[in-house]
């Protein structure tokens, strides 16, 4: 989806308020990011889940000549657990899976959140299939996104089995109590709620449109390039500070006005500061903001690129990792 729409422009938030512009597709590839970690956070749990505690016994191991190392291999562990006492009482493998099950899902929980938000009538930036929407039982022009809505509801589930996982350990003593067949069901449910969402916000993805008329003028009627002029004044030899608060009189001046920080003429300009150029339009235009952020890992075009071809690095390394 990020390469599909490698050129929108869109008003990047901080605050929920319009911020700077950056590409869609640098916003879409924050997910990805977040995605990412949580597929390595899932890998980790198999470093500390390779091994096997069979022949623990009770607690204290077993008077019978059993060969641990042997069985642990033949079960597919790396070796047998050191602790006969530890081995009957831990399940720290099911709390640490529900909490990068409740990571991983408070990541789709922020991605339906915009999805929601960016889907609404007064930002209209995407619109998802029909498929992923229902109506209103009285309001024949609704389009709600209720499985957006469903998946960021169901993130207190998740955190729910977190905490019940970790309320059930937090006072057993050693070793082996009957509170821990209590520890299934949580791990179970997380899941089966993981694995459907996953399965389910996939195809939304894939199947959502982007308007980049309306990003494009969101981006253009919000300010999002106050910063860059602001920047821009600096490089003149204003005191930042200084040129923070011309540009912030320039943008109540032109919310007054109706207009743009790019529809000033000269003479509008010159009002605020006797430092701006004809040059002006050109270096606050939304493709100079955006094209500006070149540091790594920024919005501008050629880093976006690099983002996209490094994840591409990363997701065949991966499937290689779980082909192994």
Known sequence: MARANADVIMPGFTHMQTGQPILFAHWMMAFFWMLER???????????????????????????????????????????????IDSVSDRDHMVEFNAAAAMCYMHLSRLCEELVTFSSQEFKFIELSDDFCTGSSIMPQKKNPDIAEKIRGKTGRMYGNLMAMLTIMKGIPLAYNTDLSEDKEQVFDSIDTLLDSLAIVTPMIAKMKVNAERTRRAADMG???????????????????????????????????????????MDEYRQFSDKIEEDIREEISLETCVKARRSFGGTAPERVREQLEHADKVLSEEAKALQA
């Open 223 to 265: 300010y999002a390039n106050a910063t860059d002029l602001a920047d821009y004044l600096a490089k003149k030899g204003i005191p930042f500070r200084e040129a923070h608060h011309i540009v912030g009189s320039m943008v109540n001046y032109a919310i007054k006005h109706n207009k743009r920080l790019d529809d000033f003429t």
């Open 38 to 84: 949580d597929f390595t956070r899932f890998g980790d749990l198999y470093k500390r889940m390779g091994r096997c505690p069979l022949g623990s016994a009770a607690l204290a191991g077993t008077d019978f000549p059993i060969d641990r190392d042997f069985t642990a291999k033949a079960l597919g562990f790396d070796a047998p657990t050191e602790n006969s």
